[in-house]
């Protein structure tokens, strides 16, 4: 059963950068295009990043381009986030998912971010 | 990078019918057939309920039906269960320079 495991959420000032981790397992995750989709407290979800199952192609939610990175290292079955500049409104709850055809197939469990002076 | 847009909420009694809309544009849900939904229980991951506008992952009960028209695309939920109570979301592909976009999100309420 497919397992994707983010971690690296936390509480961290504004304009300071973080990173987040998702772990994958149980699925070959070399084959898959992986998103990082987030939702703020009490918000609907908003789509952040994507990356092609060979790091070749990234594309990235309006709100996030230019501060954040996506990226991917496919011997160690990790994804990453890469977020820089933070401010309160990315505040949220983030979570990495399998692409397939343009689906979101699996979600993890996700990771908690939270941006505060 | 416009959201697409659903109804804040909908409701049945157990055993009837609700029907979610999710409008976008020509340049996405009207373009692609790229149209997904997904169920969201409070405090859990989104789970994935359609794909490819009607297509049902495994295990999803056929209980759960999809279509579209133009730019508008719909989810119904037949024979509502009190677990059909949650946040449902669409999205659709929106080509290679939006990439992708989340509906508003319908809460759906078992009566």
């Known amino acids: 059963q497919v397992q994707l495991v983010e971690s690296g959420g936390g509480v961290v000032q504004p304009g300071r950068s973080l990173r987040l981790s998702c772990v994958a397992s149980?699925?070959?995750?070399?084959?898959?295009?992986m998103h990082w989709v987030r939702q703020a407290p009490g918000q609907g979800l908003e789509w952040v990043a994507v990356?092609?199952?060979?790091?070749?192609?990234?594309y990235y939610g309006d709100s996030v381009k230019g501060r954040f990175t996506i990226s991917r290292d496919n011997s160690k079955n990790t994804l990453y986030l890469q977020m820089n500049d933070l401010r309160a409104e990315d505040t949220a709850v983030y979570y990495c998912?399998?692409?397939?055809?343009?689906?979101?197939?699996?979600w993890g469990q996700g990771t908690l971010v939270t941006v505060s002076p | 990078q416009s959201a697409l847009t659903q109804p804040p909420s909908a409701s049945g009694s157990p055993g009837q019918s609700v029907t979610i809309s999710c409008t976008g544009t020509?340049?996405?849900?009207?373009?692609?057939?790229?149209v997904s939904w997904y169920q969201q229980h409070p405090g859990k991951a989104p789970k994935l309920l359609l794909y490819?506008?009607?297509e049902r992952p495994s295990g999803v009960p056929d209980r759960f039906s999809g279509s579209k028209s133009g730019n508008t695309a719909s989810l119904t939920v037949s024979g509502l269960q009190a677990d059909d109570e949650a946040d449902y979301y669409c999205?659709?592909?929106?080509?290679?320079?939006?990439?992708?976009?989340f509906g508003t999100g319908t809460k759906v309420t078992v009566l």
């Open positions: 998912a399998t692409e397939a055809t343009f689906r979101l197939d699996s």
């Open positions: 149980a699925f070959t995750f070399s084959g898959y295009g």
């Open positions: 990356i092609w199952s060979d790091g070749s192609q990234k």
């Open positions: 020509s340049s996405d849900v009207g373009r692609y057939k790229y």
């Open positions: 490819e506008v009607s």
């Open positions: 999205t659709s592909y929106a080509g290679s320079t939006t990439y992708y976009v």
